[in-house]
């Protein structure tokens, strides 16, 4: 859920936001004068965010994705009990 407020409001019940940002997922948009200033969200949502964009920068990355995607799409796979033969791991 994300909530708009003024700074004077983020102020003064700062505590309280930081634990609804990190137990319940909310976000905030922090404004001043009117104006979107800010942004309150969980450590989790902001590592989970960061790592999205490094991963999309990725060219790449984000290259074998799509091939993998579209190898997935024309049954070029293999279960997991002949992966795990072909690297010696069924014991």
Do not use: C, F, H
């Amino acid at each position: 859920m994300i909530k708009t407020l003024p700074i004077t409001e983020a102020r003064i019940n700062l505590p309280t936001l930081v634990n609804n940002a990190k137990r319940k997922l909310n976000e905030y948009i922090i404004t001043v004068k009117g104006s979107p200033a800010a942004i309150l969200l969980s450590i989790d949502e902001y590592e989970s965010m960061q790592e999205t964009l490094e991963i999309l920068s990725d060219k790449k990355l984000m290259r074998e994705i799509k091939e993998a995607e579209e190898d997935v799409k024309a049954g070029r796979v293999k279960d997991w009990e002949e992966v795990k033969k072909e690297l010696g791991w069924d014991v």
